[in-house]
C-alpha cells in the first residue's frame, strides 16, 4: 500500500517567519508534488519534482520554495510566509496514472 | 496549458438514486489520462476511477462509472445506486501521456450530499 506520510499536521506561523513543510514517501516513486487546497479553487500545484535533486515550478510558485533531497522527502518552504498562504497542503506522490496523497498539512499564518 | 472546469459546486440527492457530476477540460496533447478523486468528510484523497484518452471504452469500478465524450472534451462521474458514505468532495483531473510531463490538474471540486 502506498504511504504517503506529511508533518507536521497543524502549524501556525507568524508573519515574515520561515516554514518547513515535510513529505516522505515509502512508495520509491519518482514524481512528488505539493498541491494547495482553498476554497473555491480546489487544488493547486505549487511544485513538483521528477526526482532526487529535481524541482518544478507548478501553477502557483511564488513565495514558495521546493526541495528534494531524496527519493523520498520533498519538502516545501516558505521562506518569508504571509498570511495569505494560510491554506490546507497536500503532499503526494505517484506514477503516471495514480496519485496518492498525504493527509494534509492545516497551514495558518498570523 | 491544461485546464480542468467542474460548474457544479455542490450536489444534493438522494440515497439510492443516481447522479452525474460534469467535468470538461482543455489540453493540447493528443494522449492524456482523466481521473476523478475524492475527499472524505476526514479530508483524505484517494482515487477512484481512471480514464484513458486513448480508449473509446468508459472505464468502470464498482458502483463508478465515467461518460467520456472526447468530441466534447467532457468526463463526466456517474454513481448509481448512491449511499450516505459517497458524500464526499469529488474532484477530476488530468494529466498529459508519454512527454515525460507528469504534471496533475484538478478541477475546483463538487461536493456530493447523499441524503437518506
Known amino acids: 500500500e502506498a504511504a504517503v506520510t506529511q508533518s507536521p499536521r497543524n502549524k501556525v506561523a507568524v508573519t515574515g517567519g520561515k516554514v518547513t513543510l515535510s513529505c516522505n514517501q515509502t512508495n520509491n516513486h519518482n514524481n512528488m508534488y505539493w498541491y494547495r487546497q482553498d476554497t473555491g479553487h480546489g487544488l493547486r500545484l505549487i511544485h513538483y519534482?521528477?526526482?532526487?535533486?529535481?524541482?518544478e515550478k507548478g501553477d502557483i510558485p511564488d513565495g514558495y520554495k521546493a526541495s528534494r533531497p531524496s527519493q523520498e522527502n520533498f519538502s516545501l518552504i516558505l521562506e518569508l510566509a504571509t498570511p495569505s498562504q494560510t491554506s490546507v497542503y497536500f503532499c503526494?506522490?505517484?506514477?503516471?496514472?495514480?496519485?496518492?496523497f498525504g493527509a494534509g498539512t492545516r497551514l495558518s499564518v498570523l | 496549458a491544461q485546464k480542468v472546469t467542474q460548474t457544479q459546486t455542490s450536489i444534493s440527492v438522494m440515497e439510492k438514486t443516481t447522479v452525474t457530476m460534469d467535468c470538461v477540460y482543455e489540453t493540447q496533447d493528443s494522449s492524456y489520462f482523466l481521473f476523478w478523486y475524492k475527499q472524505t468528510a476526514s479530508g483524505e484523497i484517494v482515487f477512484l476511477i481512471r480514464q484513458d484518452s486513448y480508449k473509446k471504452e468508459n472505464a468502470t469500478v464498482g458502483h463508478y462509472s465515467l461518460n467520456f465524450q472526447k468530441p466534447k472534451s467532457s468526463i463526466g462521474l456517474i454513481i448509481t445506486a448512491t449511499q450516505i458514505e459517497d458524500s464526499a468532495v469529488y474532484f477530476c483531473?488530468?494529466?498529459?501521456?508519454?512527454?515525460?510531463?507528469?504534471?496533475?490538474?484538478f478541477g475546483a471540486g463538487t461536493r456530493l450530499k447523499v441524503i437518506a
Open positions: 483531473a488530468m494529466s498529459p501521456v508519454n512527454t515525460g510531463n507528469y504534471k496533475y490538474v
Open positions: 503526494a506522490s505517484g506514477v503516471q496514472n495514480t496519485l496518492y
Open positions: 519534482s521528477y526526482g532526487a535533486g529535481s524541482t
